[in-house]
């Protein structure tokens, strides 16, 4: 293909991308699981909230202050997390093909290209690398507004989605801690309007 015919067919695909945002829909932000399993503890047995406020307006929820990390895990733990995507159709939780696993997650925690680096990690403003798994750690958040934008190429249904987010520990011996930590966060998804100067 000459250059011409490949700049052409990246502009094509371009305009067909259309920009999507998520945002964060209720000022909770953090809820807990339903039907846990024995164990299974919600964003309180992660960290102490009580420096962190959330806020909601017509921009979103903005988020900002400090959480002090209290689970009962090892530093040396290595920290699994999986999360996966629903969709709300029509009163039901349904799966969607979207999820996430990262088998090290304290490798990848402060990675520029992840997406939790975006949503949380990255707007943290103390100099500290610790991982989830060093209890008494404070991190402090810059004040921000939860929500993405992504790009997608095909189109997406919008409405209510959830992601369910489970971190578990495994000790050096690679046997699973007694405690894991679940949470889900809800989130619109709309199709971002691009204004029009013209009607
Ligand atoms: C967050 O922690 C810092 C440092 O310990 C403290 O100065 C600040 O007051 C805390 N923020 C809130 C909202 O409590």
Same mark, same amino acid.
């Given at each position: 293909?000459? &250059?011409?015919?490949?700049? &052409?067919? +990246?502009?094509?695909?371009?305009?067909?991308?259309?920009?999507?945002?998520?945002?964060?829909?209720?000022?909770?932000?953090? =809820?807990?699981? @339903?039907? @846990?399993?024995?164990?299974?503890?919600?964003?309180?047995?992660?960290?102490?909230?009580?420096?962190?406020?959330?806020?909601?307006?017509?921009?979103?929820?903005?988020?900002?202050?400090?959480?002090?990390?209290?689970?009962? +895990?090892? @530093?040396?733990? $290595?920290?699994?997390?999986?999360?996966?995507?629903?969709?709300?159709?029509?009163?039901?939780?349904?799966?969607? +093909?979207?999820? &996430?696993?990262?088998?090290?997650f304290?490798?990848?925690?402060?990675?520029?290209?992840?997406?939790?680096?975006?949503?949380?990690?990255? =707007?943290i403003?103390?100099?500290?690398?610790?991982?989830?798994?060093?209890?008494?750690?404070?991190?402090?958040?810059?004040?921000?507004? &939860?929500?993405?934008?992504?790009?997608?190429?095909?189109?997406?249904?919008?409405? $209510?989605?959830?992601?369910?987010?489970?971190?578990?520990?495994?000790?050096?011996?690679?046997?699973? $801690?007694?405690? $894991?930590i679940? +949470?889900?966060?809800?989130?619109?998804?709309?199709?971002?309007?691009r204004?029009?100067?013209? =009607?």
């Amino acid at each position: 293909m000459d &250059l011409k015919v490949f700049l &052409l067919a +990246v502009l094509a695909i371009s305009a067909s991308a259309e920009k999507y945002e998520l945002m964060v829909a209720d000022e909770e932000v953090f =809820h807990s699981c @339903p039907d @846990p399993e024995p164990g299974t503890l919600d964003i309180f047995g992660l960290a102490d909230l009580s420096e962190l406020s959330t806020t909601m307006d017509a921009d979103g929820v903005t988020l900002t202050g400090n959480a002090t990390l209290r689970w009962d +895990v090892q @530093p040396e733990d $290595r920290i699994e997390m999986s999360a996966k995507l629903l969709y709300m159709d029509r009163g039901t939780w349904t799966p969607t +093909v979207f999820s &996430l696993l990262s088998k090290d997650f304290c490798k990848v925690m402060y990675d520029k290209n992840q997406l939790w680096y975006k949503y949380w990690t990255g =707007h943290i403003i103390n100099d500290v690398k610790n991982c989830i798994n060093v209890a008494g750690t404070k991190y402090i958040h810059e004040k921000y507004v &939860l929500s993405l934008t992504a790009t997608a190429m095909g189109p997406v249904t919008e409405g $209510r989605y959830k992601a369910n987010i489970v971190f578990r520990a495994y000790d050096s011996s690679g046997d699973l $801690r007694p405690t $894991r930590i679940c +949470v889900e966060v809800q989130g619109d998804l709309s199709k971002v309007r691009r204004s029009k100067p013209f =009607h």
